[in-house]
Nanobody
Framework: QVQLVESGGGLVQAGGSLRLSCAASGSTLSGYCMGWFRRAPGKAREFLAGLNWGGGPTSYAGSVKGRFTISRVTANNTVYLQMNSLKPADAAVYYC???????????????????WGEGTQVTVSS
């Protein structure tokens, strides 16, 4: 069982930056893929970025590639999402998720993920 807690959301002006954190507990993350998703009002949950805990290439949605960066610090079981050049369209609730994929393909569909955090709100003013 993996517990995930997101933090770092808030209000930022367009063009600004935020760094989201996702602290994991309850289990080693070895063999897991970690993903960031978001859900805006009236829209479907959207994959943003993912990585395998054991290392290797990362994966990004086209809408955030070049602006968002996913990373992890294994020593403190935390995954980060650095978000730069934020736009009003980026406003949403942001979720961290874990998928026990045993280090294989990074999932891009929310159905592939087994554990979810409660989310953190990001608001971008124009």
């Amino acid at each position: 069982q993996v517990q995930l807690v997101e933090s770092g959301g808030g209000l930022v002006q367009a063009g600004g930056s935020l760094r989201l954190s996702c602290a994991a507990s309850g289990s080693t993350l070895s063999g897991y893929c970690m993903g960031w998703f978001r859900r805006a009002p009236g829209k479907a949950r959207e994959f943003l970025a993912g990585l395998n805990w054991g290392g290797g290439p990362t994966s990004y949605a086209g809408s955030v590639k070049g602006r968002f960066t996913i990373s992890r610090v294994t020593a403190n079981n935390t995954v980060y999402l650095q978000m730069n050049s934020l736009k009003p369209a980026d406003a949403a609730v942001y979720y961290c998720a874990a998928d026990r994929n045993f280090g294989y393909r990074i999932g891009v569909r929310w159905e592939e993920y087994d554990y979810w955090g409660e989310g953190t709100q990001v608001t971008v003013s124009s």
